[in-house]
């Protein structure tokens, strides 16, 4: 029971344009993600070198 002693309502149901904004947030999350990684395998490649083909197999 709250203060006025009222049960608590349950939260109201995303309406479809919370919807639509919470998936392109995700999706823009998405691709920013898929950029870093993206990012750290180029920089780790060009910190490597050419010396990465040169190793004893």
């Not at 009222?6 to 479809?16: G, I, L, M, T, V």
């Not at 920089?43 to 490597?48: A, I």
């Amino acid at each position: 029971m709250s203060e006025n002693g009222q049960p608590p309502r349950a939260p109201a149901a995303f309406s479809p344009e919370d919807m639509a904004r919470r998936r392109r947030r995700s999706v823009a999350l998405a691709f920013v993600l898929a950029g870093l990684v993206v990012f750290f395998f180029v920089v780790t490649l060009v910190k490597t070198g050419p010396a990465i083909l040169n190793r004893p197999l």
